[in-house]
């Protein structure tokens, strides 16, 4: 049986013969939603958690288990008891929508979109004419502003008001100007930022006698666009203008085929040039986001929005050296391990991928090295919490390597500054290595500072922060965050003091009373507001005030309205053992799994053998002492130079004591 999956409008499946199928609940439809923007690639089932709950209830693998099994009962009624599922299949670590591409409206649409090149008029207007007919609303419409979602939802939306234009435009062309007006009227009101619009309804009216009309649309055009943006209209907007005030004879479609000849020649000459300035345009949009990243707040948000629709643009022109140039210019140091948006950071390391299979072999070495960086900086965080590494975070340990090794071979000191910043997102296979990451920040900084490389020079000190917090050297820290302050007040880089004044509690934390160190957390918190950075602030301040009172010895203050964000999982346990119930506590512990591998692995491991130790589970406690074992010499949770459950050290006597 054949069945139809739709997202241009609410999320439905319907069978061969047009009939919806029960879905159930919503979140039922979100893990249908979050299978379809992953284009038949494996979701795995840890990514389908974190992304359908903000805070997962403990059982919440076992949830989505059932979610999938509710899906797979809907969508194929008649497959056999214990038979494969021929549609939404279980592979490696997750699962996977394995349909036709005709069968998901979505992906039907960016077929049809795709076909067009070379396409009549007749034909673009005819297929354009039935795709935009699936759409039955905003492209997933029963969903809110999911992280997950925002990347496609765009990228969708984008595709059909091109493909609003280009039917409008084709529709002129075949003689039907004045049916079209409608149709653009509507669309410039509704988005009035769009200047391929107004000239095409400026054009329409024209063509339709109305050129009072037409003039009125190209001034209100003008108006808008320098008011609100502070802009002039584009050359195409200006050009049709001028083409109206002098009553241009390539304007009538019934001038004669000579002077046809001639606008086309000259059309595509012009045509060229816009693209050639297209090209130079990207390169210097994505070099004007990574500046505005550094902003911070609604810049590096913005700039995260642009950076892909720029990347987008680019792979549009099929030029796979152009579109290497355009994602490896944003090169802006990263520091954190959790992304703040990881679907578009999956979709930029895939951008990245198909870019690298299309770059010529010969050659373009620089350009393979930004790519292959922006690939290991854009999976952090993406290592597997048990087994071995392989994989897709295999590749992005090699890609990482390789980045590294070509930078040096070319002697690019910009190069390598990037590629080591990709090499410091790929140092957290295990716990234990923030003498490894020290080094890193050194070299970075050396380098940075002999080539004027100042943000590099900024992201070196502050992994240096981090290392030396963890190797608990709070004099060479100090000594990493004021020279970070010293850079970015002189260089206008507002981020850098939400790190430093965060380090600045820890080391309070560290040293000071437990009032001190809660007022210091309280003061650092708010310093994250407004920032644009939700992969570093959800969860956090919670987890720095509870990791103050653990290490301190005193009552755990059980928030109910708390957001734990990425750490409630692991804060669970600890806060169930505060309360008494160490039943709940166990199955919340084994519920929990392994924590993520990322700066703040080693504090987690602490709390899972804090939590262990209390219910008296064995294997999580033998687990937590093999994990935290390399790291006995360090800070437990400092290497984020955020916060600290104390000594390793002590942990593993405490669990060493528990197991014998």
Known sequence: MRVEFGVLGAVVARNGAGDPLPLKGPRHRAVLARLVVAHRRVVPVNQLVADLWDEPPGDAVGTVRTFVGGLRRAIEPERPPRTPPRLLVTEGPGYALRVPKDDVDAWRFEQVMDALDGAGPAQVAERLAEALGWWRGPAFADFGDEHWLRAERSRLTELRLHAVERRAEARIALGDAAGAVPDLDGHVAAHPWREEAWRLLALALYRSARQADALS???????????????????????????????????DPDTGSTVDQVWARAAAAYEGSLASRARTRLESTAGLMRDLAVTGGGGLESARQHRVAAVAAAEQLGDPELTARVIGVYDGPAIWTRSDDPEQARWLVGAAERTLRLLPSGGHDASRCRLLATIAVESRGSLPTDGPVSGAAA?????????????????DASLLAFALNGTFMQTFRRTGLAARRDAIGAELVALSARHQLVRYEVLGHLIRVQARSALSDLAGADRHAAAADALAARHDLPLVSVFTTWYRALRVAMTGPPDAALAAYEEAAG???GTGMPGLRKGLLPLALLSVRLRHGEPVAVDRDADWGPYGS???????VGEGRDEEAGAALRAAGPPPRDLMSEAMWCLVARAAVAVGDRDAMARARTELA?????????GSGLITLGPVADHLGVLAAALA
């Open 217 to 251: 649309v190209l001034r209100r055009a003008r108006a808008m666009l320098r008011e609100h943006l502070g802009v002039d209209p584009g050359p195409r907007l200006r050009r049709l203008e001028e083409d109206v005030l002098r009553h241009a004879d390539h304007l």
């Open 395 to 411: 590749r992005s340990l090699g890609a990482a390597r390789e980045a590294e090794e070509i930078a040096r071979r070319l002697d």
């Open 527 to 529: 310093r994250l507001r």
């Open 630 to 638: 390399p790291a006995a010499s360090e800070q437990g949770g400092a």
């Open 570 to 576: 692991w804060v669970r346990p600890v806060l169930l």
